[in-house]
């Protein structure tokens, strides 16, 4: 054997030294980073147990929605139960089709409540077609430059022919100005 160290040799006396060359170690297994500890999970599912006892507690006033849900859910059930026609439309013997009707009607004026709190009501926007659009407006603007006297220096109102880098500007409105 030779005097000098093995590399094994090496890394065990710089371990040893608790040498700083040594590469950060990957991490495995345990909590992933961001997720929540026991103690946290603890605490959340204490408050959901709370804030359920809350809702269920009757100084907790209920809200009219809650109430015509209620009522929708036990006219749902009611409705089902008093079916007075089997699946060939037929009436079943024992039931009442008036009382049915009845029960369906109310089932139907409960849900006619409910919906305007459950869904946005449509409204009319007024579309004008191509066809209907009132005629493009032609602007003209004319341009007459002064001197500091008050005398009419340049106007392409005068004759645009005749002036040289005389421009016809012309703006056609849009869609939006015409509006």
């Known amino acids: 054997m030779s005097d000098q160290p093995t590399m094994s040799d090496q890394a065990d006396a710089d371990w040893a030294?608790?040498?700083?060359?040594?590469?950060?170690?990957k991490?495995?297994?345990?909590?992933?980073?961001?997720s929540k500890n026991k103690k946290t999970l603890q605490k959340l599912a204490d408050l959901e147990k709370e804030l359920?006892?809350?809702?269920?507690?009757?100084?907790?006033?209920?809200?009219?929605?809650?109430?015509?849900?209620?009522m929708i859910e036990w006219l749902r059930n009611l409705v089902g139960a008093a079916q007075a026609?089997?699946?060939?439309?037929m009436p079943r013997p024992?039931?009442?089709?008036?009382?049915?009707?009845?029960i369906l009607d109310t089932f139907a004026g409960f849900l006619a409540m409910r919906a305007p709190y459950q869904s946005a009501r449509l409204?009319?926007?007024?579309v004008h077609p191509a066809a209907q659009m009132?005629?493009?407006?032609?602007?003209?603007?004319?341009v007459t430059i002064l001197n500091e006297r008050g005398d009419k220096v340049y106007?392409?109102?005068?004759?645009?022919?005749s002036m040289d880098g005389a421009k016809l500007i012309e703006h056609v409105p849009t869609d939006e100005e015409a509006a």
């Not at 030294?17 to 170690?25: D, E, F, I, L, N």
């Not at 991490?27 to 961001?34: C, L, N, Q």
């Open 17 to 25: 030294r608790g040498s700083g060359h040594r590469k950060p170690k």
């Open 27 to 34: 991490k495995v297994g345990g909590r992933k980073k961001g």
């Open 52 to 70: 359920q006892g809350y809702r269920a507690h009757k100084s907790a006033p209920k809200l009219a929605v809650d109430h015509m849900d209620e």
């Open 85 to 89: 026609f089997d699946a060939a439309g």
């Open 94 to 102: 024992g039931y009442d089709p008036k009382l049915w009707f009845r």
């Open 123 to 126: 409204s009319a926007v007024l």
């Open 134 to 142: 009132p005629a493009q407006q032609k602007t003209t603007v004319n």
């Open 155 to 161: 106007s392409d109102a005068d004759d645009l022919g």
